[in-house]
């Protein structure tokens, strides 16, 4: 019998979480459990909300170390975010500048001011992405 262990991490804005999903290659059996769940909030930075990456990343760590310290083993790991949101990095992999949530207030206005330009449709279907604040 042969086990593939993959840990599924999902952030979402109030919470994530640390899954792991087990596949039994000759049954083809699939089971999930959670490993680790934390809250999730935006910091105020110089007055903005953003993301705690740090604490985000140890609250990722400690739920992945849950899944070894069971036992188990990992072939790998995949990680489910907000989607609009992004870092900057610099070429050493070092995080530039704030990391700035998809509420925070610095885009307020952004959306209508591009809707006088184009139409829903036409940003729908350039992006395919939901119209959310």
């Given amino acids: 019998m042969t086990i593939l262990n993959i840990a599924a991490v999902d952030l979402g804005a109030s919470s994530g979480r640390v899954m792991l999903a087990s596949f039994d290659t000759q049954s083809h059996h699939l089971s999930l459990s959670e490993a680790h769940r934390f809250k999730n909030q935006f910091i ?28 188990n083993s990992l072939h790998s790991i995949g990680i489910d975010t907000w989607g609009v949101d992004y870092v900057l990095l610099d070429k050493q992999g070092e995080i530039v500048g704030q990391t700035y949530s998809y509420r925070d207030h610095r885009t307020n206005g952004v959306m209508q001011a591009v809707q006088d330009e184009l139409t829903k449709a036409q940003i729908y279907r350039k992006t395919g992405i939901q119209f959310l604040p």
């Fill in 44 to 71: 105020e930075q110089n007055g903005h909300f953003c993301w705690d990456l740090t604490y985000l990343e140890q609250e990722i760590i400690a739920g992945l170390r849950k899944i070894l310290a069971d036992g």
